[in-house]
């Protein structure tokens, strides 16, 4: 009976705050005062006992409300990050939460700091995911334009336990962004090497042959009297690639062809 009325207590403390953020205020200051009381992960943890699963649920459904009702209204996420932090600091082995909410947190409240501060989060409480790092590296790509993180936040989530092959497919992405083919190509030399799968070794040929066309290309157009030599000079690093090429030289272009 006792943790029955500590569960009402608890609702109805979530209940109060989750009416307060879902009406726009008059004064953004005094709103966020009334926040400074909204309870914290590691509160509401310690008097809820048994219903930790029920107020995480429960949680996450008002978060979720929260950024839908916002999103569709006026867009102000200014408590987004903190409520994700809250959910977390309940449950800390909650992926979706880290994962869906260090995104939303970059892209719609605009604060990549708070995004990859709760991703980081998520890496400490959950070392073994590879979602985890993955979304960081998306996020160091899609958003910050900052490729070399975003490159070695992809290599590390590819090595994780199960990751999926798509991981070295973003790097590999990552890295041609940033203008190094050689280390592009050998990211998907590797991914037609490591497996058997016939999907994945046609897209890796594809994207191999793609890299070299328009790497070669690009040397054509822009080292025109000098560029047999240079893609001669090109070719000699490229000992590791998984299958033979056949170049093709002419006097506007570059035609790149497996053999």
Not at 96 to 107: A, H, I, N, R, S
Not at 152 to 172: D, E, G, I, L
């Amino acid at each position: 009976m006792k943790n029955f009325f500590y569960i009402i207590f608890i609702l109805v403390i979530v209940l109060f705050f989750a009416n307060i953020l879902q009406n726009r205020p008059e004064n953004i200051k005094k709103f966020e005062n009334e926040l400074l009381y909204f309870p914290s992960g590691k509160f509401i943890k310690e008097i809820s006992l048994d219903f930790k699963t029920t107020m995480t649920n429960l949680m996450w459904f008002e978060t979720v409300q929260y950024y839908g009702q916002h999103m569709l209204t006026d867009k102000n996420l200014i408590f987004l990050n903190k409520l994700f932090n809250v959910i977390t600091d309940l449950d800390s082995n909650f992926l979706q939460c880290y994962t869906f909410g260090g995104t939303v947190v970059t892209y719609d409240q605009k604060r990549p700091d708070l995004g990859l501060a709760l991703l980081d989060k998520g890496m400490i409480n959950l070392p073994e995911s590879w979602q985890i790092p993955f979304v960081k590296g998306f996020l160091y790509y899609m958003y910050l334009y900052d490729y070399e993180k975003a490159y070695r936040w992809f290599v590390f989530a590819s090595t994780k336990n199960n990751s999926p092959y798509f991981c070295k497919t973003f790097a590999a992405a990552s890295k041609k962004k940033e203008g190094d083919y050689i280390t592009a190509l050998r990211l998907w030399s590797e991914i037609y090497n490591g497996t058997d799968n016939r999907f994945q070794k046609e897209s890796a040929k594809k994207n191999i042959i793609f890299i070299l066309n328009e790497s070669f290309n690009r040397i054509a157009k822009n080292d025109r009297d000098t560029k047999v030599f240079s893609i001669k000079g090109e070719l000699k690093k490229l000992t590791f690639l998984p299958f033979g090429i056949d170049v093709k030289i002419y006097e506007d272009s570059v035609v790149v062809k497996e053999k």
